[in-house]
């Protein structure tokens, strides 16, 4: 209930600045991709303003994604080998566990030597 009050107390504002954006850079806008000849229309797309800032905006969120997620790889790489020296100690805990019950079960405990 408290994560889904969080997003909508985020992504409300959010959808409301997206619509104000789009409603207030409606104009078309030509932007020319030949950085020699403006004029050039081969080389052009026109399209409503708002495209190309929701185009940047979504660029951004990918790139930075990105470049996050190369960012953390050293984490990543020790919490695979955390997860794995786990993994061994786990499997040597349950080989002794074992070990211990066999050994219990085989002789009683009154034929145990002390300690």
Not at 79 to 102: G, I, L, P, T, Y
Request: avoid cysteine.
């Amino acid at each position: 209930m408290f994560k889904k009050l969080i997003t909508l107390i985020i992504l409300v504002p959010v959808g409301v600045v997206l619509v104000l954006l789009s409603v207030a850079n409606r104009k078309p806008v030509t932007m020319a991709l030949n950085p020699f000849d403006a004029t050039d229309r081969v080389l052009a797309v026109s399209a409503p303003f708002f495209v190309y800032i929701f185009v940047a905006f979504i660029l951004g969120l990918l790139f930075g994604s990105f470049f996050t997620w190369l960012s953390q790889r050293k984490h990543r790489k020790s919490a695979r080998s955390n997860k794995r020296e786990a993994d061994v100690w786990r499997q040597e805990a349950d080989k002794q566990k074992s070990r211990a019950e066999q050994i219990a079960g085989s002789q009683p405990l009154e034929q145990l030597p002390p300690s």
